[in-house]
């Protein structure tokens, strides 16, 4: 594209024209454009404009707060806000929103200074602090090498806080807690878990924060350790051990005596009726012999009456049966002392005749 000569004047002009507006404008500004507070804070924003300037307006979430000239005169809608100079020199404008409250319609902030300076925004971003608490007591007592559990609960945060737990001063490792977090209307309720394994007396403490707080919320709890008592576990196992492994030993032992009892018992009873069958025999033998007596050689039955009368002399005995009348005596007294007998007794008879009677008890 060819421009004729003639043009070349203007443009120049144009150009330069342009090049100062940009100059004017890049002469405001506007710090910080970015501001996170904590509600209920104070927000503040300044306003730097190099060169002449007559009026400067503020406004918040679309609607217009405050007017300030560069008489330092105010022109405001509510308490809420202010401006002043920032210094003597009338070139910084400071402004302040009290008691700022977390609203979307307020996120955006707008200055604009009257003339060819033109208008910058800015972000706000508000934030809420709420409540941290660990349940339970603020002392507790555990014994040593006890799993400990503690659970930190803060409650109407915004955004979701950040929580971190602490040993002694000591950060703990995140790998030891466990957080969750969930929407409670417009706020964030979170819930951190802590487990360790607790060895010496500590102080535990959960902090809370959020990137407006200069310092984070706690809350602190005191561990007194206490040393556990013997662990017979070790010790009980083995006892019971042994005693089963003894008590099973007794069982086979047991078994196998009541079976060995079991197959000898038939042979024992073959035994023993063997032995009461012998004893029966041999008692009724003794028995039998009892009730028979024994014979008794001096005997003669009364009614002999059919020998002649020379064989009933005296000689009688002596002749025919070869031994004398006294020694018949004799030998039937000697069994008869030997077999316990009483009341026997030998006679002569007014013939001579000597009788023996005899009577058998059986």
């Known amino acids: 594209m060819v421009v004729p000569r003639k043009c070349q004047p203007n443009l120049f002009h144009v150009c330069l024209l342009l090049c100062a507006t940009g100059a004017v404008l890049g002469e405001f500004q506007l710090e910080p454009l970015n501001l996170t507070v904590l509600q209920g804070s104070d927000a503040r924003f300044n306003a730097t404009v190099k060169g002449t300037w007559n ?22 809608s509510s308490e809420q806000f202010s401006a002043r100079f920032c210094s003597r020199d009338t070139s910084c404008v400071e402004f302040t929103i009290h008691n ?20 910058k925004t800015a972000q706000l971003f508000v934030q809420e602090s709420g409540t941290v608490n660990i349940k339970g007591e603020n002392v507790t007592v555990v014994q040593q090498g006890q799993q400990v559990e503690l659970q930190c609960v803060t409650s109407a945060w915004f955004p979701i806080p950040t929580v971190r737990w602490t040993q002694n001063g000591q950060a703990v490792s995140s790998s030891l807690q466990n957080t969750t977090s969930m929407a409670d209307g417009d706020t964030f309720n979170s819930s951190s878990i802590l487990k360790f394994q607790a060895d010496r007396n500590t102080t535990v403490e959960c902090q809370a924060t ?3 707080l200069t310092s984070p919320q706690f809350s602190s709890v005191f561990l007194v350790v206490v040393p556990s008592p013997p662990d017979w576990t070790v010790l009980i196992a083995v006892v019971v051990s042994i005693g089963g492994l003894a008590l099973l030993v007794l069982l ?99 013939s001579g005749v000597r009788k023996h009677r005899h009577v058998t008890i059986v």
């Open 100 to 119: 700022v409250a977390r609203s979307e319609d307020a996120s955006l902030v707008i200055c604009s200074v009257l003339g060819p300076y033109g208008s």
């Open 210 to 212: 959020v990137s407006s």
């Open 252 to 350: 086979i032992l047991g078994i196998i005596f009541c079976y060995k009892r079991s197959k000898e018992k038939p042979s024992n009873y073959q035994d023993e009726m063997r032995r009461v069958r012998i004893h029966s025999q041999i008692s009724g033998g003794n028995a039998a012999e009892q009730r028979q007596g024994r014979e008794n050689a001096g005997y003669v039955p009364e009614a002999t009456t059919s020998l002649p009368p020379s064989t009933l002399s005296d000689s009688v005995f002596s002749q025919e049966n070869g031994f004398k009348v006294s020694e018949v005596a004799d030998d039937v007294n000697t069994n008869q002392a030997r077999n316990g007998y009483s009341g026997a007794h030998i006679t002569v008879g007014e």
């Open 55 to 76: 009026f400067i307006t503020w406004t918040v979430g679309g609607l217009l707060v405050l007017n300030f000239n560069i008489n330092g005169d105010m022109t405001s």
